[in-house]
C-alpha cells in the first residue's frame, strides 16, 4: 500500500498556507478549505476538497479521538468532495490526517484542528462609541514597495492611472496606526484586501479570486493577522470588507465550478435590474426578482447562488474562519441587497450564533427610509421576513447631507430642512444605534466635492458627524478636506493617493509639520499654507472628545425646525446634553434660545467643545454664517 503525505496546512497555528507547498507524490490535492478549524465551534465543518477526479475516492480522518467523517458529498464535477467532519467535545488540538482511499491506494492530507482562544465567542464589535477609519489600501501608503508586483498576478503598478494599483499595502496601514488612533478614530474598515486576479482594476479588491488568501500585493495572511494584533495595541477595532454576492472571473473556481449551479448562468450576460423594492415589494414579479437577485453586479463579478447549500455554507465557514484566525471585530458586506435575501438572512444568523456580540453592517444602498429599515435584523416586516443583519448603513442621511449642506437656498424643504426631514423619520428604524453615519465613502463623490471645496461647510458636516446618532464613519483623507484629482474619472479619480503614503512624496499630511506646510490639496490645486492642519486639528478635536461621551454614543435626541437653512438639535441623556446650532446661511444668526425651553432650562456649565471656553448660550448669542457651535452641558 502507497501511503504519499502532503503538505501541512497550518494557518490555525500561524503558519500561512501555500498551496504549491502540497506534494503531487501520489496526492490529487489541490485545496482543502477552511484552511485550519478549530475546537469548540459552533459552525458545524464542511470541508471542500479540489483535487483531479477526487469524488471516486473514500475519505476518512485519523489522528486522534473526537474527529470523525460524518458524511461526503459529490458535487457536479469529479474533481470536489464536500467532507462533513464531526469534532466532539473531547477532540483536543493537533494535526489530524484527511484520508484517502481508492482501491489499495492511499494518501494522507494533514489538517489542523487549533485550540479555540479563550473568550473568543464573546468578542465585542464596533457600536456607537466608535469612529470607523475608511481606507482604501492600495491608494493610503505604500509600507513595503519590494510587493508592488508578484510572478503570481497579473496587474502591475502604475501611480498614474487612476484606475490601476497604486502599491498601496498593509504594511503601509500598520505604518500609520499612530496617526489613525491620534484623529481619533477606533475603528478601521478597510476595503477588501483578498485576492482580486483581474488583469485590470484589481486596487478596488471586490473582484475576490480567493476567499482565504490576502492579495500578496497587500502583503499575506500573516501579515494581517499581525496588523489587526497592531490595531487592537492602539486601541482600534478591525472590519473586514467582505463580498458574498459575487466573485471575480479570475477566482480559481471558475475554471471548474463544483456544481453547475455554484454561480447564476444565463444563456448571455444578464446584469441585475438593481431593483431592490423587488425583495419587499408585494406586487413584484418573480422575473424582476430574479433579475434582481441572480443577475452579474458587472461582467467581471459573476454572482453566487447562495441557494445551493454548498456555496451558503462555504461563506458561512469563511466568515467565521477569518474571524477565529485574525481577531476581527466586525464585517461590512458589500452589495447587501444584492444576495438572495433568505440565504444571508441565514448567513448573518449563522455568524451571530458563534459570535453573539459580532456586528455586521450591511450596504444597503437606497434611499428609500422604510426600504432601507427592511433590512436592519429585528425590523417588524410586514411579510414576516427578519434579515439578522444588525446594522445597516445609512444613506438616506447621506443624500440629505449632500442636499441640505452645499446650498444657500432658504426655500421651503431647502437646506437643512432636508437634514430635519431626513432624521424625522426615524421611528421606522429598529435600532438607531446600528446604523452607520457617513458624508461619503469609495463609492461616492468626496464630501470635499460635493461641498464645492467649502471649509466651513466642511466643519459643519464633522460636527454633525461627531454628534449625530448612529456610528460616524469618515473616508480617509476627509479629516484634511480631500478632494478628487479628476471628477471625470469617477471613482479612480475620488480614490486619491494619501500624500506621505509613499516614498519620495513631496508633502506628507501624516505629519504635523507637513500638514502646516501643505501648500496644495490633493487635487493639486493652491490652499492656504496650514489649510490642511487647520482641518485635521478640528476634526481631531471632535473625535478625540466623542470618545468619551456617553451622551452621543447613547442619548437621545431632540431637534428644532426653522425654515431659514439653519439647525438646532440637543443629544441628551438623564445627566448630560450636547447642543448643536448650524447656521448653514449667508448671514449671522441669533440663537432662538428660548424656543428650545422644554430642554435648555436648567442646562449649566456650558463649554465650547472646540475651544474649550466656558459659554451660556442664550438669546443673544450670535453664530457667524456657515458656522457651527458645539456646546456641552450638564443637567
Same mark, same amino acid.
Given at each position: 500500500?502507497?501511503?504519499?503525505?502532503?503538505?501541512?496546512?497550518?494557518?490555525?497555528?500561524?503558519?500561512?498556507?501555500?498551496?504549491?507547498?502540497?506534494?503531487?507524490?501520489?496526492?490529487?490535492?489541490?485545496?482543502?478549505?477552511?484552511?485550519?478549524?478549530?475546537?469548540?465551534?459552533?459552525?458545524?465543518?464542511?470541508?471542500?476538497?479540489? =483535487?483531479?477526479?477526487?469524488?471516486?475516492?473514500?475519505?476518512?480522518?485519523?489522528?486522534?479521538?473526537?474527529?470523525?467523517?460524518?458524511?461526503?458529498?459529490?458535487?457536479?464535477?469529479?474533481?470536489?468532495?464536500?467532507?462533513?467532519?464531526?469534532?466532539?467535545?473531547?477532540?483536543?488540538?493537533?494535526?489530524?490526517?484527511?484520508?484517502?482511499?481508492? =482501491?489499495?491506494?492511499?494518501?494522507?492530507?494533514?489538517?489542523?484542528?487549533?485550540?479555540?482562544?479563550?473568550?473568543?465567542?464573546?468578542?465585542?464589535?464596533?457600536?456607537?462609541?466608535?469612529?470607523?477609519?475608511?481606507?482604501?489600501?492600495?491608494?493610503?501608503?505604500?509600507?513595503?514597495?519590494?510587493?508592488?508586483?508578484?510572478?503570481?498576478?497579473?496587474?502591475?503598478?502604475?501611480?498614474?492611472?487612476?484606475?490601476?494599483?497604486?502599491?498601496?499595502?498593509?504594511?503601509?496601514?500598520?505604518?500609520?496606526?499612530?496617526?489613525?488612533?491620534?484623529?481619533?478614530?477606533?475603528?478601521?474598515?478597510?476595503?477588501?484586501?483578498?485576492?482580486?486576479?483581474?488583469?485590470?482594476?484589481?486596487?478596488?479588491?471586490?473582484?475576490?479570486?480567493?476567499?482565504?488568501?490576502?492579495?500578496?500585493?497587500?502583503?499575506?495572511?500573516?501579515?494581517?493577522?499581525?496588523?489587526?494584533?497592531?490595531?487592537?495595541?492602539?486601541?482600534?477595532?478591525?472590519?473586514?470588507?467582505?463580498?458574498?454576492?459575487?466573485?471575480?472571473?479570475?477566482?480559481?473556481?471558475?475554471?471548474?465550478?463544483?456544481?453547475?449551479?455554484?454561480?447564476?448562468?444565463?444563456?448571455?450576460?444578464?446584469?441585475?435590474?438593481?431593483?431592490?423594492?423587488?425583495?419587499?415589494?408585494?406586487?413584484?414579479?418573480?422575473?424582476?426578482?430574479?433579475?434582481?437577485?441572480?443577475?452579474?453586479?458587472?461582467?467581471?463579478?459573476?454572482?453566487?447562488?447562495?441557494?445551493?447549500?454548498?456555496?451558503?455554507?462555504?461563506?458561512?465557514?469563511?466568515?467565521?474562519?477569518?474571524?477565529?484566525?485574525?481577531?476581527?471585530?466586525?464585517?461590512?458586506?458589500?452589495?447587501?441587497?444584492?444576495?438572495?435575501?433568505?440565504?444571508?438572512?441565514?448567513?448573518?444568523?449563522?455568524?451571530?450564533?458563534?459570535?453573539?456580540?459580532?456586528?455586521?453592517?450591511?450596504?444597503?444602498?437606497?434611499?428609500?427610509?422604510?426600504?432601507?429599515?427592511?433590512?436592519?435584523?429585528?425590523?417588524?416586516?410586514?411579510?414576516?421576513?427578519?434579515?439578522?443583519?444588525?446594522?445597516?448603513?445609512?444613506?438616506?442621511?447621506?443624500?440629505?447631507?449632500?442636499?441640505?449642506?452645499?446650498?444657500?437656498?432658504?426655500?421651503?424643504?431647502?437646506?437643512?430642512?432636508?437634514?430635519?426631514?431626513?432624521?424625522?423619520?426615524?421611528?421606522?428604524?429598529?435600532?438607531?444605534?446600528?446604523?452607520?453615519?457617513?458624508?461619503?465613502?469609495?463609492?461616492?463623490?468626496?464630501?470635499?466635492?460635493?461641498?464645492?471645496?467649502?471649509?466651513?461647510?466642511?466643519?459643519?458636516?464633522?460636527?454633525?458627524?461627531?454628534?449625530?446618532?448612529?456610528?460616524?464613519?469618515?473616508?480617509?483623507?476627509?479629516?484634511?478636506?480631500?478632494?478628487?484629482?479628476?471628477?471625470?474619472?469617477?471613482?479612480?479619480?475620488?480614490?486619491?493617493?494619501?500624500?506621505?503614503?509613499?516614498?519620495?512624496?513631496?508633502?506628507?499630511?501624516?505629519?504635523?509639520?507637513?500638514?502646516?506646510?501643505?501648500?496644495?490639496?490633493?487635487?493639486?490645486?493652491?490652499?492656504?499654507?496650514?489649510?490642511?492642519?487647520?482641518?485635521?486639528?478640528?476634526?481631531?478635536?471632535?473625535?478625540?472628545?466623542?470618545?468619551?461621551?456617553?451622551?452621543?454614543?447613547?442619548?437621545?435626541?431632540?431637534?428644532?425646525?426653522?425654515?431659514?437653512?439653519?439647525?438646532?438639535?440637543?443629544?441628551?441623556?438623564?445627566?448630560?446634553?450636547?447642543?448643536?446650532?448650524?447656521?448653514?446661511?449667508? =448671514?449671522?444668526?441669533?440663537?432662538?434660545?428660548?424656543?428650545?425651553?422644554?430642554?435648555?432650562?436648567?442646562?449649566?456649565?456650558?463649554?465650547?467643545?472646540?475651544?474649550?471656553?466656558?459659554?451660556?448660550?442664550?438669546?443673544?448669542?450670535?453664530?457667524?454664517?456657515?458656522?457651527?457651535?458645539?456646546?456641552?452641558?450638564?443637567?
Amino acid at each position: 500500500m502507497a501511503i504519499a503525505v502532503a503538505g501541512m496546512v497550518s494557518c490555525g497555528g500561524g503558519t500561512d498556507f501555500d498551496p504549491a507547498s502540497v506534494s503531487d507524490a501520489g496526492s490529487r490535492i489541490e485545496r482543502v478549505e477552511p484552511l485550519s478549524w478549530w475546537t469548540e465551534m459552533k459552525t458545524p465543518l464542511q470541508l471542500l476538497v479540489k =483535487g483531479e477526479d477526487i469524488s471516486s475516492w473514500d475519505v476518512s480522518i485519523e489522528g486522534g479521538k473526537g474527529v470523525e467523517v460524518s458524511a461526503v458529498h459529490k458535487a457536479d464535477s469529479p474533481d470536489y468532495l464536500f467532507v462533513d467532519v464531526k469534532i466532539s467535545g473531547n477532540a483536543g488540538p493537533g494535526t489530524y490526517y484527511i484520508v484517502f482511499r481508492n =482501491g489499495s491506494e492511499t494518501f494522507k492530507y494533514p489538517y489542523e484542528i487549533a485550540a479555540r482562544q479563550e473568550g473568543s465567542a464573546a468578542r465585542k464589535s464596533f457600536t456607537t462609541a466608535d469612529m470607523i477609519y475608511l481606507i482604501m489600501p492600495d491608494r493610503f501608503a505604500n509600507g513595503d514597495p519590494s510587493n508592488d508586483a508578484t510572478d503570481d498576478t497579473a496587474e502591475k503598478p502604475d501611480r498614474k492611472e487612476f484606475f490601476g494599483r497604486h502599491g498601496g499595502d498593509i504594511q503601509g496601514i500598520i505604518d500609520h496606526l499612530d496617526y489613525i488612533a491620534g484623529l481619533g478614530a477606533t475603528a478601521i474598515w478597510n476595503t477588501p484586501l483578498l485576492l482580486d486576479n483581474e488583469s485590470e482594476g484589481s486596487y478596488h479588491g471586490y473582484a475576490c479570486a480567493d476567499y482565504y488568501h490576502v492579495d500578496p500585493r497587500f502583503g499575506s495572511n500573516g501579515l494581517y493577522r499581525e496588523f489587526v494584533e497592531k490595531a487592537h495595541e492602539k486601541g482600534l477595532k478591525v472590519i473586514m470588507d467582505i463580498v458574498t454576492n459575487h466573485c471575480g472571473t479570475a477566482h480559481w473556481w471558475m475554471q471548474d465550478l463544483p456544481f453547475k449551479d455554484w454561480i447564476h448562468v444565463f444563456p448571455e450576460y444578464t446584469g441585475t435590474n438593481v431593483c431592490f423594492s423587488t425583495n419587499m415589494d408585494p406586487n413584484a414579479s418573480r422575473y424582476d426578482l430574479n433579475l434582481q437577485e441572480s443577475g452579474w453586479f458587472v461582467p467581471s463579478m459573476p454572482d453566487m447562488n447562495l441557494n445551493n447549500p454548498y456555496v451558503l455554507n462555504y461563506f458561512k465557514q469563511w466568515a467565521v474562519w477569518w474571524i477565529e484566525y485574525s481577531g476581527l471585530d466586525g464585517f461590512r458586506v458589500d452589495t447587501y441587497p444584492y444576495n438572495e435575501k433568505e440565504p444571508m438572512s441565514e448567513w448573518c444568523a449563522a455568524i451571530l450564533n458563534e459570535y453573539p456580540d459580532f456586528n455586521i453592517v450591511g450596504e444597503c444602498w437606497t434611499s428609500s427610509i422604510p426600504q432601507l429599515a427592511y433590512w436592519q435584523g429585528g425590523n417588524a416586516n410586514k411579510d414576516g421576513f427578519d434579515s439578522h443583519l444588525p446594522s445597516i448603513m445609512d444613506f438616506p442621511l447621506q443624500e440629505a447631507i449632500w442636499k441640505g449642506v452645499p446650498t444657500d437656498s432658504q426655500a421651503w424643504g431647502e437646506g437643512m430642512t432636508k437634514v430635519y426631514d431626513c432624521l424625522s423619520h426615524d421611528f421606522v428604524y429598529h435600532d438607531l444605534s446600528k446604523m452607520m453615519i457617513f458624508p461619503g465613502n469609495h463609492d461616492t463623490d468626496r464630501i470635499g466635492d460635493v461641498l464645492k471645496h467649502n471649509a466651513d461647510r466642511h466643519r459643519i458636516v464633522m460636527a454633525m458627524m461627531a454628534t449625530m446618532r448612529g456610528i460616524p464613519q469618515i473616508f480617509y483623507g476627509d479629516e484634511m478636506m480631500f478632494v478628487s484629482k479628476d471628477r471625470s474619472q469617477g471613482h479612480g479619480g475620488l480614490r486619491v493617493d494619501f500624500p506621505g503614503g509613499w516614498h519620495g512624496d513631496e508633502v506628507n499630511l501624516f505629519t504635523e509639520e507637513g500638514r502646516a506646510s501643505a501648500a496644495v490639496n490633493t487635487d493639486g490645486k493652491p490652499v492656504a499654507k496650514g489649510f490642511a492642519a487647520d482641518m485635521h486639528d478640528y476634526t481631531q478635536k471632535l473625535f478625540q472628545w466623542r470618545k468619551d461621551k456617553k451622551v452621543i454614543h447613547d442619548g437621545k435626541t431632540m431637534h428644532f425646525l426653522t425654515r431659514d437653512n439653519t439647525y438646532a438639535y440637543f443629544r441628551y441623556d438623564d445627566t448630560d446634553a450636547v447642543f448643536v446650532y448650524i447656521n448653514n446661511s449667508r =448671514g449671522k444668526k441669533n440663537i432662538p434660545w428660548s424656543h428650545y425651553a422644554e430642554i435648555a432650562e436648567g442646562l449649566h456649565d456650558g463649554r465650547n467643545v472646540i475651544t474649550g471656553e466656558s459659554v451660556q448660550v442664550s438669546g443673544s448669542t450670535v453664530v457667524g454664517p456657515r458656522q457651527v457651535l458645539v456646546v456641552e452641558y450638564k443637567r
